[in-house]
């Protein structure tokens, strides 16, 4: 009997570690597959890239957000996100498919809410300047462009007394400094 209870004991570790295996194998190829669902949503095939973007704290659901960065380094230019600002860059979020309550809307709500770090905008424009070169940019539907003449909008947005100079000096520079970067050719 003694064999049989040793045995039934091994056999017994030996199955628990093979349901660990593949319990470990699953949530690894669970963890690519939301990789490659984040690259096909941002239009990014780049692992490295991909990396970042999971880096940033972006995920599947929330990396529709990352064209939205440069409005929000505009909002926060002058120190702080005015209600006109959050506004704006929240009807722009719901016209580009961000569903109130969803978790893109939640990230978008503590981005205006906490400055994200400058280091956060450095590599989400990098991110966004290869979104846009990708083969297939159509996944944002926007251009460089487009992301400059939301951000002028959003830097009028609260700006200027009796309609003049809406747009400051710094936010002004800092439009030119993220147009610059996202037309860029050295992605």
């Known amino acids: 009997?003694?064999?049989?209870?040793?045995?039934?004991?091994?056999?017994?570790?030996?199955?628990?570690?093979?349901?660990?295996?593949?319990?470990?194998?699953?949530?690894?190829?669970?963890?690519?597959?939301?990789?490659?669902?984040?690259g096909a949503k941002a239009g990014l095939d780049d692992p490295?890239?991909?990396?970042?973007?999971?880096a940033l704290g972006l995920t599947t659901d929330t990396v529709v957000l990352l064209p939205l960065m440069p409005?929000?380094?505009?909002?926060?230019?002058e120190g702080g996100v005015s209600d006109a600002e959050r506004q704006l860059i929240v009807k722009l979020a719901r016209?580009?498919?961000?569903v109130e309550g969803s978790a893109a809307d939640c990230q978008l709500s503590a981005w205006l809410a906490s400055r994200p770090d400058a280091q956060v905008f450095a590599r989400a424009t990098r991110?966004?300047?290869?979104?846009?070169?990708?083969?297939?940019?159509a996944q944002t539907g926007l251009?460089?462009?487009?992301?400059?003449?939301?951000?002028?909008?959003?830097?009028?947005?609260?700006?200027g007394l009796f309609g003049m100079k809406r747009i400051s000096a710094e936010e002004r520079a800092l439009i030119s400094t993220i147009a610059s970067e996202l037309k860029a050719r050295d992605a």
């Open 95 to 98: 016209s580009r498919g961000i």
């Open 143 to 159: 251009t460089a462009d487009d992301l400059v003449t939301y951000c002028e909008s959003i830097a009028a947005a609260s700006g």
């Open 1 to 38: 009997m003694p064999d049989n209870d040793a045995r039934s004991r091994e056999e017994e570790y030996f199955w628990k570690k093979d349901q660990e295996l593949i319990e470990k194998m699953r949530r690894a190829a669970a963890a690519e597959q939301a990789k490659r669902d984040m």
């Open 71 to 77: 409005l929000v380094q505009i909002a926060w230019a």
């Open 127 to 137: 991110l966004i300047r290869a979104m846009l070169a990708s083969p297939s940019p």
């Open 48 to 54: 490295e890239m991909i990396q970042e973007l999971q």
